[in-house]
């Protein structure tokens, strides 16, 4: 069955500080893999979209890994700011050769505070 | 640019009623899709559309009708309101369904059916 399967759940981290997020997947046959950012209220909001060739990819202060030998991602935030607070989702698109077939994880909730 | 809209943001319904959730692009954009999110659960896809005229049924589209007679629009139809169908919906849409390309997601309508 193929899943996307995010830890932590939730984290709670000070303002400035780094965290990692992470994501295990067993799609297949993998095509891509995203990272949504999904403050409260509102709808997702892409981070980073990642094929099996790119290991690394950046947006400002996130960082976006994958190892497709492992199927592992990870999300890194630095130097974290209150409005970094919300949900983050790992998704991943199946390569069936119709149109998007999109595995959502359950996200991540982080919390910076002061 | 609105990018993609969705009306009504909340909404309650009485068992058995139906009704139309509203979403509609300004991108341009040949796909489209409906998803649902429910607490501890990664977004489902309901149905989605590659282009005007054409829509197909994704993972759970029981009790769920779509039409999409122009590229702008895609609205959802609820035949018979049900309480499994509390949820909150989501729109989204992407350049095409096949490309590494990232989904703009509207901001959801909050339904809940008593």
């Known amino acids: 069955k193929n899943q996307v399967e995010q830890s932590p759940q939730s984290l709670i981290i000070l303002e400035g500080k780094n965290c990692t997020l992470q994501?295990?997947?067993?799609?297949?046959?993998?095509?891509?893999l995203r990272w949504y950012k999904q403050d409260t209220g509102r709808g997702p909001v892409s981070l980073t979209i990642?094929?099996?060739?790119?290991n690394t990819k950046s947006n400002g202060r996130y960082t976006a890994t994958l190892d497709a030998d492992t199927k592992q991602s990870s999300l890194h935030i630095t130097a974290s700011q209150l409005s970094d607070s919300a949900s983050y989702i790992c998704v991943v698109r199946i390569n069936t050769g119709t149109a998007s077939k999109l595995t959502f994880g359950t996200g991540t909730r982080l919390q910076v505070t002061l | 640019n609105a990018g993609v809209t969705q009306t009504p943001k909340f909404q309650v319904l009485k068992t058995g009623q139906s009704m139309t959730l509203q979403c509609a692009q300004d991108m341009n954009h040949e796909y489209m899709s409906w998803y649902r999110q429910d607490p501890g659960m990664g977004l489902r896809l309901i149905h989605y559309s590659v282009g005007a005229g054409i829509t197909d049924q994704g993972e759970v589209p029981n009790g769920y009708n779509v039409s999409r007679s122009t590229t702008e629009d895609f609205p959802l139809r609820l035949l018979s309101a049900a309480p499994s169908q509390t949820s909150v919906y989501f729109c989204a849409s992407s350049l095409t369904g096949y490309s590494n390309q990232p989904q703009h997601f509207g901001d959801g309508t909050r339904l809940s059916i008593l």
């Open positions: 990642m094929t099996f060739s790119e």
């Open positions: 994501c295990n997947y067993t799609v297949s046959p993998f095509s891509n």
